[in-house]
């Protein structure tokens, strides 16, 4: 398999460290959407990271759905999500949260970036979302008090936070607070201190040049 993004994505990141996990090999390329924006379309026309290349060579996009494909990859006992029921729910619902932060926070970095004059109006309202959904996480993570969100084992939830919060807090220096958010500042760094989050990780090198 191929694994097409930079380690910096949060998208990219949770995938690959799953992929990790599941001990599923797979070939790494490290496009940029701007720089290597040609090369990636040959693969998604939408320009967009994750995209995970089968052995079949059939392209995957969206690292939800890449990851629903990876756990039918491993028995059920290995997945980091159950297969049905309330647990899958709730694992989902985080991570759609976590995911839809990285969303918000990814739109903020690009504003600033691909506009001489930012919008005021975009920019208070993803940081007002961004603000809102990390309050939320905050509160559901404080009330928990187990080693990860759901219990003593790792589900894509953790990854998927502790992914957007690594990005967040490089993106937006000035905007993440770990004193406002203090479990999930404990969350990402017990994640980021395990081997496979330090083996899978790139600083921030965002580029916007074509």
Not at 98 to 107: H, M, Q
Not at 178 to 206: C, G
Request: aromatic share 10%.
């Amino acid at each position: 398999m191929i694994l097409i993004g930079q380690y910096d994505s949060p998208f990219v990141r949770r995938v690959a460290i799953a992929m990790s996990i599941y001990e599923l090999p797979y070939e790494h390329r490290p496009w940029s959407v701007f720089a290597n924006a040609e090369e990636l379309a040959r693969y998604n026309p939408l320009r967009r990271v994750p995209v995970l290349v089968l052995d079949d060579a059939l392209e995957l996009v969206e690292s939800s759905a890449i990851l629903d494909a990876l756990d039918e990859m491993v028995d059920a006992d290995r997945a980091l999500v159950p297969r049905a029921g309330g647990g899958r729910r709730e694992v989902m619902r985080v991570c759609a949260f976590a995911t839809g932060l990285a969303d918000k926070a990814v739109s903020l970095f690009y504003e600033g970036r691909l506009h001489a004059e930012p919008s005021s109006v975009w920019v208070g309202r993803c940081r007002i979302q961004m603000a809102e959904t990390l309050d939320l996480l905050e509160r559901e993570r404080a009330a928990r008090h187990t080693p990860w969100w759901f219990g003593d084992a790792l589900t894509h939830a953790d990854i998927a936070v502790a992914c957007v919060l690594r990005f967040v807090g490089e993106s937006h220096p000035a905007f993440w607070d770990p004193a406002r958010w203090p479990a999930l500042a404990a969350h990402a760094a017990q994640a980021e201190a395990l081997p496979v989050f330090q083996a899978i990780a790139q600083p921030l090198t965002v580029s916007v040049s074509a």
